[in-house]
């Protein structure tokens, strides 16, 4: 089975501190994204990394960056936090399509991040 | 641009059917899912269905594509308790999600299963 695995369940950081949200699957895969789910707009894709070093925005990339030095692990980084970005983030990884087209992505169990 | 919508809130019997209606935009999507996302966890693939099938059937699981009206439907038989949560659509947009396999999400839909 897949996992993906995120460092913390719950996180509460004050205003203006620079945060890390931790993810790391286990099952060789190539892609890897981060969302945040908010209650009424579903799930947004904050940025996504195709393989390692490579990233690319996704919708809501304002006041975030992303790191993957290593093809497992591909953290969040919130540079100076705001209370806007209390939400759930949510980490998902899958396999590049390849010759099998359908890769679906495997899921965290997500990150309850509170900005005070 | 890529949409994907649901209806927010659904309310069940136990026992009786559920079903769950999502629309999308991107007439290209090779591949539409489901997930299932129950209090406090992440989202977990229910299943999914290829662009060139009308129906597709897991178990009390069925699910639904018109492709003409871009409109997937998921219908959960003999609905359980156990089935409350919140349950999104998705669609791979592209041929086959492209490179990066990147899905389009609905804005979920929460089942509230009453016994």
């Not at chain 1, 099952?27 to 890897?32: F, G, L, P, S, Y």
């Not at chain 2, 009390?60 to 949560?85: C, E, F, M, W």
Request: hydrophobic fraction near 30%; include cysteine.
């Amino acid at each position: 089975d897949v996992k993906v695995t995120q460092s913390s369940r719950y996180l509460v950081k004050r205003t203006g501190e620079k945060v890390f949200l931790e993810c790391v699957q286990d099952m060789d895969h190539e892609n890897m994204f981060w969302y945040r789910q908010d209650p009424g707009l579903g799930l947004r894709l904050i940025y996504f990394s195709y393989d390692v070093k490579m990233k690319e925005k996704g919708d809501i990339p304002e006041g975030y960056s992303v790191s993957r030095e290593k093809k497992e692990r591909f953290s969040l980084i919130l540079e100076s936090a705001s209370t806007n970005q209390t939400s759930m983030y949510l980490c998902a990884s899958s396999l590049a399509p390849g010759t099998v087209f359908n890769q679906p992505q495997h899921f965290g169990d997500g990150t309850r991040l509170s900005i005070l | 641009g890529e949409d994907v919508e649901q209806s927010l809130f659904l309310s069940v019997r136990e026992g009786d059917s559920s079903v769950i209606n999502c629309t999308y935009t991107d007439s290209s999507s090779t591949y539409l899912y489901w997930y299932k996302q129950e209090p406090g966890a992440g989202l977990q693939l229910l299943t999914y269905i290829f662009s060139n099938m009308d129906m597709k059937q897991d178990q009390r699981l069925t699910v639904l594509l018109n492709k003409k009206d871009k409109h997937l439907s998921l219908r959960i038989a003999d609905t359980q308790t156990g089935d409350s949560a919140i349950y999104f659509c998705a669609e791979s947009p592209g041929p086959y999600g492209g490179a990066t396999n990147k899905l389009i999400f609905g804005t979920g839909t929460l089942l509230a299963v009453q016994p």
